[in-house]
């Protein structure tokens, strides 16, 4: 069963490091004044997280199948395991995020070219502009940290995405745990996932999104420089980071809670 949980913590990877890289083609966007054609980029790569995360369900539903049978198997570590796994997507992309925007804007570049993503592929993707690609890699530094103070960016901006990318770390793990926790509501439980992601959704469309909306359209009239946008992805990606260590500690309260709701309904 080992094998099954590295799977998953694989796919786990996969959908928090290409989630956290749309933030490298929205900046490559807004510096080359193409936005429009980075958010329709951007919407491939979260294709790729939507279908990675479709292919982690019966994965994971596998693995509660596994704990139910054997009472000494220890779910919840094996569920942090997961979420580790989520950190290190994460913090891979936040490494790899000053290559993915020179790689970003390269992209967008050729697509404008081509016309169409199957055309740019043809034309684009080879193996030698594949080997030329590691001139556009960039190795992050140091001194790039000290320009990510809060000042200038609501602090509850960075709190609310750290708690948003908690919730929706843990939200289907935290319904499977809650499954095991009872056997009268068990399915009810591990349907209760939309509980949790739902309020995550409500906070990031009405809190979250407007916020970054508005610097983007004051960058793009050139009422601020491209700098403050770097500072937000910046700071929204270390705060996304944190929310992945902050669902660690509320993995087990969660599920609790939709062990109790479930309950009561």
């Known amino acids: 069963m080992l094998e099954q949980v590295l799977v998953v913590a694989l796919f786990t990877f996969i959908i928090h490091l290409s989630e956290t890289l749309t933030y490298s083609l929205r900046l490559a966007g807004v510096r080359l004044g193409k936005l429009a054609v980075a958010l329709s980029l951007s919407g491939i790569i979260l294709l790729v997280s939507r279908t990675a995360n479709m292919v982690q369900a019966p994965l994971t539903g596998k693995i509660i199948d596994f704990a139910k049978k ?55 993707v080879s193996f030698e502009k594949i080997t030329n690609a590691r001139h556009h890699l960039r190795v992050p530094k140091l001194s790039m940290l000290s320009r990510l103070r809060v000042g200038g960016i609501p602090k509850r901006l960075v709190l609310l995405n750290a708690l948003v990318t908690a919730i929706y770390t843990i939200g289907v793990l935290a319904a499977l745990l809650a499954s095991t926790l009872t056997t009268e509501h068990a399915t009810a439980a591990s349907q209760a996932s939309g509980l949790i992601n739902g309020v995550a959704t409500i906070l990031l469309t009405i809190l979250i999104d407007p916020q970054i909306g508005l610097v983007t359209d004051k960058v793009l009239r050139g009422e601020k420089e491209v700098a403050a946008l770097n500072k937000v992805f910046g700071l929204l990606m270390l705060s996304r980071l944190a929310g992945t260590l902050l669902a660690q500690l509320l993995l087990v309260p969660a599920a609790h809670w939709i062990h109790w709701l479930v309950s009561v309904l």
């Open 70 to 124: 054997h009472a000494d198997y220890n779910l919840v570590d094996q569920f942090r395991l997961i979420i580790g796994a989520s950190t290190i997507g994460t913090l891979a992309a936040l490494l790899l995020f000053p290559s993915a925007v020179f790689l970003a804007a390269r992209v967008i570049a050729h697509l404008e070219v081509a016309g169409s993503i199957p055309q740019m592929i043809r034309t684009s």
